[in-house]
C-alpha cells in the first residue's frame, strides 16, 4: 500500500509515514512529562487558556513529608512544601502540574487559583 505526497519519486510507503507520527507522538508525550519525577496532573479545567501562572494552596497531612510542584518546562521554579499550610505561585505553559511527594506517601490537599497576568 503507498500513498501519493510531495516527496521526489511521488510516492511514500506507508511504513514511513507511520514512523514519522510515532515520532511526533514521542516528541509531544515527551513535551507533558515530569522530567524531574512526579506524577503529571492537568488542572485545565481549573484555569483560561490566559493564565499564567497560578497560586497553590498546600494542606500537608504528614509532620515530616515534602510535596515539590512544577510545570514541564519551568523545572528550575519549582516550590516545595514543608509546613502544613503552605502558599507558592508556579509559572507554566500548559496546564500540567507535576506533583512529587518525598518522604512516603501521605495526603495531602491543593487549592488552585488562577493568575491571569503573573508579571
Do not use: H, W
Not at 21 to 32: F, G, K, P, R
Not at 44 to 64: N, Q
Not at 65 to 89: C, D, I
Amino acid at each position: 500500500m503507498q500513498v501519493k505526497d510531495d516527496s521526489p519519486n511521488g510516492t511514500e510507503n506507508v511504513r514511513t509515514s507511520c514512523i514519522r507520527v510515532a515520532m511526533i507522538t514521542a516528541i509531544l508525550i515527551a513535551a507533558n512529562m515530569c522530567l524531574q519525577g512526579g506524577a503529571p496532573v492537568d488542572i485545565s479545567r481549573y484555569v483560561a487558556p490566559t493564565t499564567m501562572a497560578v497560586e497553590l494552596k498546600i494542606t500537608l497531612m504528614s509532620a515530616t513529608g515534602t510535596l515539590v510542584v512544577y510545570s514541564p518546562g519551568y523545572e528550575a521554579q519549582q516550590a516545595r512544601f514543608t509546613r502544613q499550610e503552605s502558599f507558592g505561585l508556579i509559572p507554566f505553559a500548559e496546564p500540567i502540574l507535576c506533583v512529587k511527594a518525598i518522604g512516603g506517601p501521605f495526603a495531602f490537599n491543593i487549592e488552585v487559583t488562577p493568575i491571569e497576568d503573573a508579571y
